[in-house]
Every structure is written in C-alpha cells, then in structure tokens.
T-cell receptor, first 114, second 113 residues
Framework: AQSVTQLDSHVSVSEGTPVLLRCNYSSSYSPSLFWYVQHPNKGLQLLLK??????LVKGINGFEAEFKKSETSFHLTKPSAHMSDAAEYFC????????????FGDGTTLTVKP | EAQVTQNPRYLITVTGKKLTVTCSQN?????MSWYRQDPGLGLRQIYY???????DKGDVPEGYKVSRKEKRNFPLILESPSPNQTSLYFC????????????FGQGTRLTVV
C-alpha cells in the first residue's frame, strides 16, 4: 500500500522569502515521487519528479525537492517566492511495481503576500 | 500540440441520467487515468488503463465505468449519476504506467442535481 501526507494544508509566505512545502510518503516499493502544481481553474502541471536517480531534484520555476529515504520525505522548496507561485501543490507517490496506481496528497495551498 | 482533451468542460445533469465524459490524447501514451478532485481531498484515482483493453480500478471506482477500445481514447461513463458524484474530474495520460510525467486535461466540472 502507498500513501502521501502533505503536512500543511495552507502555507503563506511573503514575496522574496523561501518556500517550504512538506510531504511524507509511505510505500511498500521503491517509489517514484512527483510534485504537481495547479493554478486556479487550470489543470495540473509537473514541477519535478524523483525516480531513483539523484536525491536532489531540480524542477521548473526554481523549485527543487530532496528525497530522504530515512525520513520518508520529499519536501518541496524554493529560495525566493514570486507572486506567480500562488497555487495549489500536490505531492504524488507512484509505486513502480504497484500496477499503475498513483496516490495524491490532499494538497497545499500556497499564498504569496506582496 | 501535445495535449489531453476532455469534453465537456462543464456539465449539469439530473440524478439517474447516463452521461459520458470523453478523454482523448494525441501523444500515443499507453497509460491513461481518471481522477476526481474534491475540496480538501486532493485527487483520487477512479480508474486507470495500462493499455488498450486493459483497465483497472483505482481508489474510488464505485458508480463509474470506463473503456479503452483504442489507445487515444478513455471515456468515463456514469450509468446512473448521483449528487455525490458532483466533482471536478481530470483525465491524465503518460507514456508508461508509472514513473513518467502525467499530462492532465483541463478538467470537467460535473454537477448532478
């Protein structure tokens, strides 16, 4: 079985300050992990993915995430928030032998204050 | 342009009236999936398909059917919709069953009254 917990349902930061969105996962297999972003009234877009290569993964728009197996975490970070980063973010776990199932976290809404 | 196309984007229907939401992708992807998104619950997987004629249940399959008769299309069928199926639905496709980026449609907002 696999599961994902996004530890914060809402995160609020000021423009120009760092962003940290936290994600813990559980998987019986070596997981693939993803972060997706959803802007209001839009579909989902991939930010970055981990698939058992480098543990520090760089994504689009300055985001990165670090896979920590010992902590079963995959937190998303960005050094400096921009107003356009305001959106909902989803952490996703996908088991490479778990026959096609993908499990999403409940989402974290990021607010960026001017 | 590579894309996943869902239709309709918005739909209001009445309880019990059968409906189909279509999903089509032009990337020759093997894997396709349907999700529903409800506030505070993230996206929950309804059904997925790893290839033509191969479909399987996700986490919330009750009340839904799917078919995969050709690679590009993966329609979602609600035989007898009920108000608890009011939700935002997303179709997604990816090259392989897992481990690769999923491309999402723009969503279908369904209201069942």
């Amino acid at each position: 079985a696999q599961s994902v917990t996004q530890l914060d349902s809402h995160v609020s930061v000021s423009e120009g300050t760092p962003v940290l969105l936290r994600c813990n996962y559980s998987s019986s297999y070596s997981p693939s992990l993803f972060w997706y972003v959803q802007h209001p009234n839009k579909g989902l877009q991939l930010l970055l993915k981990y698939t058992s290569a480098a543990t520090l993964v760089k994504g689009i728009n300055g985001f990165e995430a670090e896979f920590k197996k010992s902590e079963t975490s995959f937190h998303l970070t960005k050094p400096s928030a921009h107003m356009s980063d305001a959106a909902e973010y989803f952490c996703v776990v996908s088991g490479n032998t778990n026959a096609g199932k993908s499990t999403f976290g409940d989402g974290t809404t990021l607010t960026v204050k001017p | 342009e590579a894309q996943v196309t869902q239709n309709p984007r918005y739909l209001i229907t009445v309880t019990g009236k059968k409906l189909t939401v279509t999903c089509s992708q032009n990337m020759n992807h093997e894997y396709m999936s349907w999700y529903r998104q409800d506030p505070g619950l993230g996206l929950r997987q309804i059904y997925y398909s790893m290839n033509v004629e191969v479909t399987d249940k996700g986490d919330v399959p009750e009340g839904y059917k799917v078919s995969r008769k050709e690679k590009r299309n993966f329609p979602l069928i609600l035989e007898s919709p009920s108000p608890n199926q009011t939700s935002l639905y997303f179709c997604a496709s990816s090259l392989l069953q897992t481990n690769t980026e999923a491309f999402f449609g723009q969503g279908t907002r369904l209201t069942v009254v």
